[in-house]
């Protein structure tokens, strides 16, 4: 896969933004630096995900109420985030695993599809063998177990071991270990497929844009 320059820097700039985001999260959590600075790196994640969803509400008036009172509430709790930076960080971490694992999991469940497989058939525009349809059921699986395990490891760990040991795992170990997550699902895709079966990295990247495109809104209530 060839690159262009500005797709390489644009690499570059994201890689460069979460090591610094994971850096001053871990010093955060120790106590060091600035509390106003850990809590909005601790309330960012969150609060896009809120917003988000007030976002794609279908309701103007329950948008703009919703995202006054996100920022009302925010307000209010400044000064208690600002005491409990290390909980904050623990609380978003231990958050984002289980809603991924949410995400993931509760498409195996019923008669849908799993969420991978709907990715795939974007991919391959409505059609997949029978083989890609089993593996990607069970790599869904697989990313809703690794979800899974990093959330009960991060709570365990912040429940029995040093503050320190924690935020090592949860701040400055998230990112490879997801990397790590990906080369394993690479390597298990190389052997599980052959290779018209395999997208590329530029054609995942479409289909997810494409799925979160026609994904419905929410009903207005």
Same mark, same amino acid.
């Given at each position: 896969?060839?690159?262009?320059?500005?797709?390489? $820097? @644009? /690499?570059?700039?994201?890689?460069?933004?979460?090591?610094? +985001?994971?850096?001053?999260?871990?010093? /955060?959590?120790?106590?060091?630096?600035?509390?106003?600075?850990?809590?909005?790196?601790?309330?960012?994640?969150?609060?896009?995900?809120?917003? %988000?969803? $007030?976002?794609?509400?279908?309701?103007? &008036? %329950?948008?703009?109420?919703?995202?006054?009172?996100?920022?009302?509430?925010?307000? +209010?709790? *400044?000064?208690?985030?600002?005491?409990?930076?290390?909980?904050?960080?623990?609380?978003?971490?231990?958050?984002?695993?289980?809603?991924?694992? =949410? $995400?993931?999991? @509760?498409? %195996?469940?019923?008669?849908?599809?799993?969420?991978?497989?709907?990715?795939? @058939? !974007?991919?391959?525009?409505?059609?997949?063998?029978?083989?890609?349809?089993?593996?990607?059921?069970?790599?869904?699986?697989? *990313?809703?177990?690794?979800? $899974?395990?990093?959330?009960?490891?991060?709570? /365990?760990? *912040?429940?029995?071991?040093?503050?320190?040991?924690?935020?090592?795992?949860?701040? &400055?170990?998230?990112?490879?270990?997801?990397?790590?997550?990906?080369?394993?699902?690479?390597?298990?895709?190389?052997? !599980?497929?052959?290779?018209?079966?395999?997208?590329?990295?530029?054609?995942?990247? @479409?289909?997810?844009?494409?799925?979160?495109?026609?994904?419905?809104?929410?009903?207005? =209530?």
């Amino acid at each position: 896969m060839n690159l262009s320059l500005g797709q390489l $820097l @644009r /690499g570059l700039a994201v890689v460069g933004f979460l090591v610094a +985001w994971a850096v001053l999260a871990h010093s /955060g959590s120790a106590g060091q630096g600035s509390a106003d600075l850990s809590v909005l790196l601790g309330v960012a994640p969150i609060g896009a995900a809120l917003g %988000l969803l $007030l976002w794609r509400a279908s309701h103007p &008036l %329950l948008t703009g109420c919703g995202i006054l009172v996100l920022l009302g509430g925010l307000a +209010w709790l *400044w000064p208690t985030l600002r005491q409990n930076v290390p909980l904050l960080f623990f609380i978003q971490h231990l958050g984002t695993n289980l809603a991924l694992a =949410t $995400l993931f999991g @509760r498409s %195996l469940l019923g008669g849908g599809e799993a969420l991978i497989t709907q990715l795939a @058939r !974007a991919v391959h525009h409505g059609e997949i063998s029978p083989r890609k349809r089993r593996y990607t059921r069970r790599a869904t699986l697989a *990313w809703t177990f690794f979800f $899974l395990a990093n959330a009960l490891v991060s709570a /365990g760990l *912040w429940l029995f071991a040093p503050l320190a040991v924690w935020s090592v795992f949860a701040n &400055l170990l998230s990112m490879p270990l997801l990397a790590a997550m990906f080369v394993a699902e690479h390597i298990w895709r190389v052997h !599980a497929l052959p290779p018209e079966e395999r997208p590329s990295i530029p054609q995942v990247i @479409r289909a997810y844009r494409m799925h979160s495109r026609t994904a419905p809104p929410a009903e207005p =209530t």
